[in-house]
T-cell receptor, first 116, second 116 residues
Framework: DQQVKQNSPSLSVQEGRISILNCDYTNSMFDYFLWYKKYPAEGPTFLISISSIKDKNEDGRFTVFLNKSAKHLSLHIVPSQPGDSAVYFCAARAAYSGAGSYQLTFGKGTKLSVIP | DGGITQSPKYLFRKEGQNVTLSCEQNLNHDAMYWYRQDPGQGLRLIYYSQIVNDFQKGDIAEGYSVSREKKESFPLTVTSAQKNPTAFYLC???????????????FGSGTRLTVV
């Protein structure tokens, strides 16, 4: 059962335009969400995060929006640059304590291609 | 500089042979993780360890084994029992407990294992 879903395997955007990557989750106990960026043959690197007590977090060109009622978050990249071309993973942490409390649950990723 | 190091970057194995992937971190992180990435599958958790001398199975632990004798090291052995071992393997670490700070996990650069 996939608790974090990234329904778009790929996305193509023109350079300078906005990229919007979406992520849906099913577990209402998730309280912290992160986005990671991954280039081929490299490990993912942290991009931006948001706590469930907020609905928006901004860092330069990157903004994450959280809609708790819809269990949906999105990553906006404005303006998109060719160097943004990578796979983006959405991840979530559960608030409950227990065997899984130390883990992040990842989506399957969305491959973003920014076309010059 | 602190970080997490995986070696080797590329590894070839003959069918029926065991192989061990190295993961070392000098971040003083308590928790360490092993993930496997396959095309279209995202990141799947193999094993994780929250503290020295303790580790837990993840979602796809069959055919793999780990040890955590030192805080800094979390080697993964891919055994001959793993039916489809060719994949990209990622090691990660985190401070552990409930505090993921802003970035959650720190990932290594990965090991590409190919069975020949």
């Amino acid at each position: 059962d996939q608790q974090v879903k990234q329904n778009s395997p790929s996305l193509s955007v023109q350079e300078g335009r906005i990229s919007i990557l979406n992520c849906d989750y099913t577990n209402s106990m998730f309280d912290y969400f992160l986005w990671y960026k991954k280039y081929p043959a490299e490990g993912p690197t942290f991009l931006i995060s948001i706590s469930s007590i907020k609905d928006k977090n901004e860092d330069g060109r990157f903004t994450v929006f959280l809609n708790k009622s819809a269990k949906h978050l999105s990553l906006h990249i404005v303006p998109s640059q060719p160097g943004d071309s990578a796979v983006y993973f959405c991840a979530a942490r559960a608030a409950y304590s227990g065997a899984g409390s130390y883990q992040l649950t990842f989506g399957k990723g969305t491959k973003l291609s920014v076309i010059p | 500089d602190g970080g997490i190091t995986q070696s080797p970057k590329y590894l070839f194995r003959k069918e029926g042979q065991n192989v061990t992937l190295s993961c070392e971190q000098n971040l003083n992180h308590d928790a360490m993780y092993w993930y496997r990435q396959d095309p279209g599958q995202g990141l799947r958790l193999i094993y994780y360890s929250q503290i020295v001398n303790d580790f837990q199975k993840g979602d796809i632990a069959e055919g793999y084994s780990v040890s955590r004798e030192k805080k800094e090291s979390f080697p993964l052995t891919v055994t001959s029992a793993q039916k489809n071992p060719t994949a990209f393997y990622l090691c990660a670490s985190s401070i552990g407990g409930r505090d993921l700070t802003n970035y959650g996990y720190t990932f290594g650069s990965g090991t590409r294992l190919t069975v020949v």
